[in-house]
């Protein structure tokens, strides 16, 4: 059965290799981003793909884009919120106006386009909603204070949102993936430094700006293998609520559960005892 399938931040990164794969399976795909040439040229011609030019933080651009989609294909089945970029730097460092902005663009762009989709899947009585959110979504790191702070609200909007759209047949995933060799540590790209400068976490930041670095191209997770998973998770109609994507990802989580477990052992009587008495 072939799907309509709606990806944002498709001109680059994991972006291009779900609208690849989506196509390969004989899907029908509008791919989105802020210059549909470059979409296009990235992703590659095909009869069942659609361009669309979209700036994800805009509602009204969000509107036109569905609209457009909804005009030629006759529906949306498939949303795949990918668009995103990477605020890097310790708090103190990322600026306020650094840190709203990795929110408007991480987690109210998701939003935005959610909003100008879910009446179309509404009206269907079906869809899927997939969210790519990150590792830094479950598990707070050290010198990504912004970034995770949008990725866990991305994580907690989409685990509520699924009670919101299942009783009409939408179905919703968030996708957790490790390390993969995408642009994300581009700079200039995906990835902004940190504005302020702070003399005790000078040296830190230094440092740690050279190993991320020197992390881009060397990442272990395979994108088009990435692809092709979320398209075979989509074709089988069967989301779950959550796809860790990586070994990395799943070795650090089960660790992290693991965390939580002793947290919540180590002070059970204490938590249990806050009832009222009687």
Do not use: C
């Not at 299942?166 to 957790?176: D, P, Q, S």
């Amino acid at each position: 059965m072939s799907n309509v399938w709606f990806i944002t931040g498709a001109g680059r990164g994991l972006g291009i290799d779900i609208a690849r794969a989506a196509l390969t399976a004989g899907h029908q795909v509008v791919a989105t981003g802020r210059d549909p040439k470059k979409v296009l040229e990235a992703v590659g011609a095909h009869e069942n793909l659609l361009t669309v030019a979209l700036d994800i933080t805009d509602p009204a651009a969000a509107a036109s884009a569905a609209q457009a989609a909804a005009d030629r294909f006759g529906r949306i089945d498939v949303l795949v919120n990918n668009a995103g970029n990477f605020y890097a730097g310790y708090f103190e460092n990322t600026s306020p106006a650094q840190l709203r902005a990795q929110m408007e663009t991480n987690f109210f762009g998701p939003t935005n386009v959610a909003r100008a989709i879910l009446p179309i899947m509404r009206k269907q009585r079906s869809g899927q909603v997939i969210t790519i959110t990150s590792a830094a979504g479950l598990m707070g790191q050290e010198f990504v204070a912004a970034y995770a702070a949008s990725k866990f609200a991305l994580e907690g909007w989409m685990e509520s949102l699924r009670y919101d759209v299942e009783r009409f047949g939408i179905k919703t995933m968030a996708v957790e993936p490790g390390f993969f060799r995408t642009e994300l540590l581009v700079e200039g790209s995906s990835t902004m430094w940190p504005e302020l400068e702070i003399e005790d976490y000078a040296e830190l930041t230094a440092e740690t700006i050279v190993a991320w670095k020197s992390m881009n191209g060397l990442q272990g997770g395979d994108p088009k293998k990435l692809g092709h998973a979320l398209v075979a998770l989509s074709d089988s109609g069967d989301l779950p609520l959550r796809f860790l994507a990586g070994a990395d990802v799943m070795a650090s989580e089960e660790q992290n559960l693991a965390t939580i477990r002793a947290q919540i052992e180590a002070h059970r009587d204490l938590s249990a005892s806050l009832s009222f008495d009687g």
